[in-house]
Structures are given as C-alpha cells and as structure tokens.
C-alpha cells in the first residue's frame, strides 16, 4: 500500500487550511440582533429614553447604578444575552440620554421606584425579570414592595447597602491612600471643572459612593462608558447623586427583604470582605436568594471576569442555579472566573 510522503502531509493539511478559511468566509453572517431606541414620558413632563437590544420569548429590565451612571457600562456585559431574550435598557430619570430634570425634586428614590412602574406598564411586563447593579437594587426591592407579585426573577451585581448603619461602616473603611491623594490633588487643581470629561475618565470610581473604585483595570474598562455624558450633565452629577442618597432618609431594609420571595441571584467580586458581607445580607434575609463571587472588584466583578459572569446570569435567566451557588451558606461560597 502507498504511504504518503511528509511533504503529501504537509500538502493536505495546507488544502485543508485553505478550504476552511475558504468555507468559513462564504458562510453567511450571524444577523445582528435587533435593537430599537425610544424615550417614554413619565410623570412631571421628563422622559426615559430606553434601548430594547436582542429577541426572545422573555424581556430582562436592566437597572443601572450610581445613582448617577446609566445603562450604557452594563451593555457590553449584557447585550450576548440577547441571542435568546429581549434586553431592556432604559437611563433613570435625568440621567444619560434621559431628558433633563424639570425639578431637582424629581430625582429621588421614590420617583426611580415610580419610573420602574411606568416602564412596566408600557412595555405590558406582568412580572419582572431584573438584572439590578448597585442603586438598582434598591428601586427593585422598593418596586417589589409596592407592587407584590410582579417580580419574577431578579440579578443582583454588587447590590446597595441594605442599611443606613451599614453604609456608614462602608465610608469608614480605610481607603486607598495613594488614589485617594491624587483624587484630591486633581480636585485642589480644579480639574474637574475645568475638565469634566477627563476628570471623569481618571476618578470616576472616587465617586461611587460608599465604595470607592481605584483598580486602574476597572476604571480604564468601563471609562468610556460612565463617562459618556456632556460636561455640563458631569458637572451636575455629584450634587445630583447626593440629592438621591439624601432622598433614602434613615433606612434598614433587613426585615422587608424577607419579603420578596421572588428566586434571586446577589452576585459581587470576591476582593472585600465587607462587600461580600453585604451581599450576603440581602441574600440570606431574602425567601429565595443565593450569593456567587467572581473576580477581585468589589463593585464591578464582571469586567475582570465577563465570560463567567456572563454565564451565571444566563444560566440563572435560562431556570438554574448557577454552580457554586448555595441557599444561605455560611461559609464563603465559590469564587468563579479565577
């Protein structure tokens, strides 16, 4: 029987090479997925403006944080979700491509509870599926108060203190003392009036109260995003942002947790013990919740672990549990994407 020479093997293998490439550039494209931009009026004359990304047979609301940032940090995340569900990103009011504010009284936690209630009801949604960061958290679990029974599922990444006690423990942490001395030394130079934009791109994590963001990884991933406003909408943001902590008033929302009996998923980085302690208290006072860590920010676990992240929020989206997710574990739970 005829062997092949190793230069016929080489041969082969090249045609094959070839033919694959050949065949993979005469395949046709997947088609990208749908997505349609719109604002919605809400009570007071302002409008959300809302981005609905992706098809399938359920809609998953995304709630951004800050308070002061809006949807746009959470779609490079979220958006492959959309092969198999619609995905509705909207900006809370007076925040990103949302309308401004015709009164500063109107941007409150109450009012971000009422806006939630609004695109509800013009998106015909009976019952919530919620991916929540930070500040999102707590309009859901406000939301969920109000209107039992509409919530179905919910994705807590990194969740708002559940406690006024407990937020002040986080602002008396000790923080990173070098980030923390540039902060302050571009804040003494006027760097954040005379260059908004720029001074958000470099300290935007100093502002996201309690927990501060110094990871220079972080902050460089998501800075084209968070920073995505105009300057004057910049310049507004701090003033803005305290505005909606001081609307909280005197809060400890431990015994309402155990209220929302909806299955939810509390996911934060692994870095921080306290953050970690903080996700675990609205995991364990909730009927149905359970925590997973991934990555090393506390804030953002995510942007150091997107693939695994990605994947949790699928599996937990598509029915499961992701692994490494336990009811009310005591001990620390997996850390997934290390």
Request: hydrophobic content about 45%.
């Amino acid at each position: 029987m005829p062997t092949r020479s190793p230069a016929g093997r080489g041969s082969l293998r090249a045609i094959l090479r070839f033919l694959t490439l050949v065949l993979t550039a005469c395949a046709p494209a997947a088609p990208p997925l749908p997505v349609a931009d719109g604002f919605l009026a809400v009570a007071g004359g302002d409008s959300l403006f809302y981005r609905v990304a992706g098809a399938g047979p359920d809609t998953v609301v995304v709630l951004h944080g800050g308070p002061m940032l809006d949807s746009r940090y959470l779609e490079a995340l979220l958006r492959p979700l959309g092969d198999r569900h619609a995905l509705l990103f909207y900006d809370q009011r007076g925040r990103g491509r949302s309308s401004e504010p015709r009164t500063p009284e109107a941007l409150t936690l109450a009012t971000d509870v009422a806006d939630l209630e609004a695109v509800r009801r013009h998106f015909g949604l009976e019952r919530l599926i919620v991916v929540a960061h930070h500040w999102g958290g707590a309009i859901l679990l406000k939301h969920a108060l109000a209107s039992p029974g509409h919530l179905a599922r919910a994705v807590l990444l990194a969740p708002f203190p559940h406690s006024g006690a407990f937020y002040s423990e986080l602002i008396r942490r000790p923080s990173d003392a070098a980030a923390l001395a540039a902060h302050l030394h571009a804040r003494e130079a006027g760097a954040d009036t005379s260059d908004p934009s720029g001074y958000c791109r470099r300290y935007w994590g100093m502002a996201f109260s309690p927990i501060e963001e110094a990871n220079p990884a972080v902050l460089r991933a998501l800075a084209p995003a968070v920073c995505a406003e105009s300057p004057a909408r910049l310049l507004a943001r701090e003033g803005r942002q305290r505005r909606l902590a001081a609307s909280l008033g005197t809060w400890d929302w431990s015994d309402s947790l155990a209220l929302v009996g909806a299955p939810t998923l509390v996911l934060v980085g692994a870095g921080d013990p306290a953050l970690i302690a903080g996700a675990r208290a609205w995991a364990d006072r909730l009927r149905d919740g359970r925590v997973l860590l991934a990555g090393d920010s506390p804030l953002f676990p995510w942007v150091q672990a997107p693939d695994a992240v990605r994947a949790a929020v699928r599996a937990f989206l598509d029915g499961a549990w992701p692994a490494g997710t336990a009811p009310a574990a005591p001990e620390p739970v997996a850390v997934i994407g290390s």
